[in-house]
């Protein structure tokens, strides 16, 4: 596609459901990214992905958080058991390379809030 | 710990005037990309303008022109004859050349264009 696209937009879910979070990346892009940010504060990074293979899965808040991506392209972060504190903007990000040489393009974000 | 500073959590500039958002960072590296992000209220991060360490020239984007000072480790943002479309979250951010993929950002900066 043109640019990352993520869905839900928006998603309202009671405290204690799943939840997913879908994204598209830019076609042909190798490196995914997932960010939270929370209001008023910036973006935190939770996981990197080249490939179907994920580096590092540190930022990760808890146990509770998983992602997946298959096929190199769309990939899934999925909240389990979801808290009032997981309530934030879910940011997917891609590049062709590995970030430091080139530009990591963002979507608008999937924007979480549990009840 | 590598760490984004931005010492500014809001500011405000009339239209066609000239505004600096201000941004540090600590960092062991020696090699890495420095970068200012636009968020406006839909939420979309884009990429305003990026800084490699290496280079000495400072970075211009059209009205977007940044102040890279590497022994200081301080990045701003200087944006010439402002428009309302500027009005938007500022996010600085960097990443290391040979250890990093991702981006480590600053909280953000509120900037507000005023007729």
């Known amino acids: 596609g043109a640019g990352v696209s993520q869905s839900p937009s928006n998603k309202v879910t009671e405290k204690g459901k799943d939840v997913e979070l879908r994204c598209d990346p830019i076609?042909?892009?190798?490196?995914l990214y997932w960010y939270r940010q929370s209001l008023g504060q910036g973006l935190e990074f939770l996981i990197y992905?080249?490939?179907?293979?994920?580096?590092?899965k540190s930022g990760l808040p808890s146990d509770r958080f998983s992602a997946e991506r298959t096929g190199g392209s769309v990939s899934t972060l999925t909240i389990q058991r979801t808290q009032q504190e997981d309530s934030a903007v879910y940011l997917c990000?891609?590049?062709?390379?590995?970030?430091?040489?080139?530009?990591?393009?963002f979507g608008e974000g999937s924007w979480l809030t549990v009840v | 710990a590598q760490t984004v500073t931005q010492s500014q959590p809001e500011m405000s500039v009339q239209e066609a005037e000239t505004v600096t958002l201000s941004c540090t960072y600590d960092?062991?590296?020696?090699?890495?990309?420095l970068f200012w992000y636009k968020q406006p209220p839909s939420r979309q991060m884009i990429l305003v303008i990026r800084?490699?360490?290496?280079?000495?020239q400072n970075a211009t984007e059209n009205r977007f022109s940044v102040n890279f000072q590497k022994a200081a480790k301080s990045f701003s943002l200087k944006i010439s004859d402002s428009q309302l479309g500027d009005t938007a979250m500022y996010f600085c951010?960097?990443?290391?050349?040979?250890?990093?993929?991702?981006?480590?950002f600053g909280k953000g900066t509120s900037l507000l264009v005023t007729p």
């Open positions: 992905f080249q490939g179907n293979s994920a580096p590092d």
């Open positions: 960092t062991s590296e020696n090699n890495y990309y």
């Open positions: 800084q490699e360490a290496y280079k000495q």
């Open positions: 076609s042909g892009h190798t490196a």
């Open positions: 990000a891609s590049s062709s390379t590995r970030a430091e040489g080139n530009t990591i393009y």
């Open positions: 951010a960097f990443i290391n050349s040979n250890s990093g993929y991702a981006l480590n």
